[in-house]
């Protein structure tokens, strides 16, 4: 089985940082792109940021282009995003996700718990 296991969340005040982390183990944990989910109270899931397995692709949602940035350290089995500049309409739980291959194309069904960012202003 594959787990995924996110931490970093917490209370941010507008316009301050915070970075994630979502730490992957099992048996498909490797050679795979990864992602960042979110979901706020009332609304659906939504995709936020992905990267390739090497890292050398990245891509994020239009409304946290230029303020987040994904990145990964396969040697630690660990993806972070790191945060800046947050709004309020960042509060959600923030999801990690692997992916199907080694591209974001497509994606497996394995989800993190969650860990829930607050941005209080």
């Known amino acids: 089985q594959v787990q995924l296991v996110e931490s970093g969340g917490g209370l941010v005040q507008a316009g301050g940082s915070l970075r994630l982390s979502c730490v992957v183990s099992g048996r498909t944990s490797s050679n795979k792109a990864m992602g960042w989910f979110r979901q706020a109270p009332g609304k659906e899931r939504e995709f936020v940021a992905a990267?390739?397995?090497?890292?050398?692709?990245?891509t994020y949602a239009d409304s946290v282009k230029g303020r987040f940035t994904i990145s990964r350290d396969n040697a630690k089995n660990t993806v972070y995003l790191q945060m800046n500049n947050v709004n309020s309409e960042d509060t959600a739980v923030y999801y990690c996700?692997?992916?199907?291959?080694?591209?974001?194309?497509?994606?497996?069904?394995?989800w993190g718990q969650g860990t829930q960012v607050t941005v209080s202003s």
């Open positions: 990267i390739t397995w090497s890292g050398a692709v990245r």
């Open positions: 996700r692997l992916g199907a291959d080694m591209y974001y194309s497509t994606w497996s069904q394995y």
